[in-house]
């Protein structure tokens, strides 16, 4: 991953982009493998991609849309990880994609150094 994000020219804190795909991706896993999804067709989809205001935009695409209680989360009332994604400097979102048989999480980081 870290050689990802410096391929991508980001001008930020590689190592905090990195803690941030893994706790992204540790939730997917942890709660987007809905039970009835055989594990053949099981996925998690990792897209990172630099914008032109220079932010990092790190996309973790999971198959349960569901997630009801995603405010709470990012609050850290429920769960630590995306409570910690934010404490990392990132701006966390969600959004459901057309097809909506799965849900996307969003992290964006600024670039340069982020106060924690």
């Known amino acids: 991953m870290r050689t990802a994000i410096t391929a991508l020219q980001w001008h ?4 905090r982009a990195v803690e941030v ?12 493998m809905p039970d009835e999804v055989p594990p053949h067709r099981r996925r998690i989809d ?7 205001a ?3 935009l790190i996309d973790v695409s999971d198959l349960n849309p569901s997630f009801p209680d995603f405010e709470e989360a990012a609050r850290g009332e ?10 990392l400097g990132a701006q966390v979102s969600r959004y459901l994609p ?19």
Do not use: C, F, Q, Y
């Open 46 to 52: 990792l897209r990172t991609a630099v914008n032109e």
């Open 54 to 56: 220079g932010d990092l």
């Open 21 to 32: 795909v893994s706790r992204l991706l540790d939730n997917g896993v942890r709660h987007g």
């Open 12 to 15: 930020g804190d590689v190592l």
């Open 78 to 87: 429920k769960g630590r990880g995306l409570w910690h994604v934010a404490r």
């Open 98 to 116: 057309h097809e909506s048989v799965s849900k996307t999480v969003r992290a964006v980081l600024p670039p340069g150094p982020v106060d924690a």
